[in-house]
């Protein structure tokens, strides 16, 4: 690294708190070295008081791009210049990239989402697509099924603080997504849960359920599956949760949360500079390293 530094290194970075377990500086800096690109990223700590100091920097520094993560994330949404039109329904970013001083924000949680589908060979337009949950990222998922063209977003959570956003988000989207119908169910109603697994495409596990300490959770019968249902897991740990593991039995496409996050990361790096990101690359030097 220290030989790829130069007085003319560009800086990204990641900013919010805490940071220091992210994988995001590894991986960004393995790629910038691999294409050849004179920039570093490095993680920064800092609070949503300091996030209009942190934004004059990204500017003074010239900083070409980077992440916002937890608890900075909608706050970065109200200090940049411009949002992408995901980031503008959801009110929050967790990538900023500038262009000679004008900070667009993107959310890119439902882009990489997406996009895994996409390469396991599932796209979702006209689709019909059951949700469950309605935090961070379910809620990006919401959008961008509904912005990627999906015909039907059913969101399925239990009544905590979540599920009101939940309804906030159909409003928009039935507002700015006239083609894609969003409902809001309790995931308590199983009548209605059932009902709406037997009629969808693609289900969606966006809650916390499934991930550690909940691995032996999981949300649907898997008397629902059927060979035709495509099922998707947004844990990554484990990297297949029951529900993945009870889907692959049924004989379903069963898609991990893994390929997701590789995709935001992907679609990130792309953001900011405008090639793809030497993924399998790195995954063989992650694997190295482990040995
Ligand atoms: P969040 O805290 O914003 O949302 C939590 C969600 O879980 C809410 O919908 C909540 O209602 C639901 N929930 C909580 N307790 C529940 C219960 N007992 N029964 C049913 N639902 C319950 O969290 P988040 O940041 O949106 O993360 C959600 C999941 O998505 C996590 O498992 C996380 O690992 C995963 N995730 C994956 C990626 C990826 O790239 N693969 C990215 C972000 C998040």
Do not use: W
Request: charged share 25%; hydrophobic share 40%; glycine share 10%.
């Amino acid at each position: 690294m220290e030989k790829r530094i130069s007085g003319h290194t560009g800086l990204m970075g990641l900013f919010g708190t805490p940071v220091g377990h992210s994988g995001s500086p590894a991986m960004y800096n393995f790629s910038f070295q691999h294409d050849g690109l004179d920039y570093a990223y490095l993680a920064f700590d800092v609070n949503v008081e300091q996030m209009p100091k942190v934004i004059e920097t990204i500017k003074l520094l010239n900083m070409r791009g980077g992440n916002f993560t937890m608890p900075c994330k909608n706050i970065a949404a109200e200090l940049v210049d411009q949002l992408s039109p995901a980031a503008e329904i959801i009110g929050a970013c967790n990538v900023f990239v500038n262009d000679g001083g004008v900070l667009t924000g993107h959310i890119t949680d439902g882009v990489g989402f997406v996009k895994n589908l996409e390469l396991n060979g599932v796209p979702v337009k006209d689709k019909k697509v059951v949700v469950l949950g309605a935090g961070g990222a379910a809620t990006a998922i919401h959008v961008q099924l509904a912005l990627d063209g999906a015909k039907e977003v059913k969101i399925f959570n239990i009544k905590d603080e979540f599920y009101e956003r939940a309804e906030g988000t159909r409003e928009k989207l039935a507002e700015k997504c006239l083609d894609c119908l969003v409902t809001v169910e309790d995931l308590a109603d199983k009548e209605k849960l059932e009902e709406a697994v037997r009629n969808c495409d693609i289900l969606v596990n966006a809650t916390i359920m499934g991930m550690k300490p909940h691995e032996d959770v999981t949300l649907v019968d898997k008397s629902l599956f059927r060979r035709d249902l495509v099922v998707a897991d947004t844990v990554y740990s484990p990297e297949k949760t029951k529900m993945i593991l009870e889907a692959e039995e049924a004989g379903c496409k069963a898609i991990g949360g893994v390929g997701m996050l590789q995709q935001q990361g992907a679609v990130n790096y792309e953001l900011f500079v405008g090639k793809k990101m030497p993924l399998e690359e790195y995954q063989k030097f992650q694997a190295s390293q482990t040995k």
